[in-house]
């Protein structure tokens, strides 16, 4: 069992930045798949970036170049760096813990921040 609490969201003008924090408890977190999804109003949750437990990273196109995924696993937390943020960045922001042993797969959501950009 994973629990996840993420924190960091607010409101933010376009063009600034917010870091996201996520903090996970309950289980082995270094064995775990970390990611960061977002869902906007009328809009289906996608994923904005994932980090393994080795630390290979992935990306929406959306926010190459303009969001970071980092993990402390001394910290149990993932981050997610967010800068030069736009408008259409405005969404429910949700982590998860992703895990697939022998096709076991473990799969765990926070309750989500919101992170509003607008001026």
């Known amino acids: 069992q994973v629990q996840l609490v993420e924190s960091g969201g607010g409101l933010v003008q376009p063009g600034g930045s917010l870091r996201l924090s996520c903090a996970a408890s309950?289980?082995?977190?270094?064995?775990?798949?970390m990611g960061w999804y977002r869902q906007a109003p009328g809009k289906q949750r996608e994923l904005v970036a994932r980090?393994?437990?080795?630390?290979?990273?992935k990306y929406a196109d959306s926010v190459k170049g303009r969001f970071t995924i980092s993990r402390d696993n001394a910290k149990n937390t993932v981050y997610l760096q967010m800068n030069s943020l736009k408008p259409e960045d405005t969404a429910v922001y949700y982590c998860?813990?992703?895990?697939?042993?022998?096709?076991?797969?473990?799969?765990?959501w926070g309750q989500g921040t919101q992170v509003t950009v607008s001026s």
């Open positions: 309950g289980s082995i977190f270094n064995t775990y798949r």
């Open positions: 998860n813990a992703f895990s697939e042993v022998l096709s076991y797969i473990s799969e765990y």
């Open positions: 980090i393994t437990s080795g630390g290979i990273t």
